[in-house]
């Protein structure tokens, strides 16, 4: 266990960022496969709040930027061919 009163603050804070990250990257899966299970018409409408979400998470470097382009890619391909 820590000792210093900066590293037990420093855990408290990542923890805290890490059921954050987690929420985020977990609420931006399901809103991708909701997306992948829709009919076209609602796919069109889920498709920006879900590219929305891919960005933040590459923003505050939860995924990789590259695996974001991939993601947003593969959607946008999805939905092109419905």
Do not use: C, G, W
């Amino acid at each position: 266990m820590a000792n210093h009163k900066s590293s037990l603050k420093r855990i408290r804070n990542s923890e805290v960022k890490r059921l954050r990250n987690r929420y985020q990257s977990r609420t931006t899966r399901n809103a991708m496969k909701k997306l992948r299970e829709a009919d076209k018409k609602e796919a069109e409408t889920l498709f920006p709040s879900v590219i929305s979400m891919i960005d933040k998470l590459a923003k505050n470097n939860i995924i990789h930027d590259n695996k974001a382009a991939n993601l947003k890619s593969q959607l946008a391909k999805h939905v092109n061919t419905l």
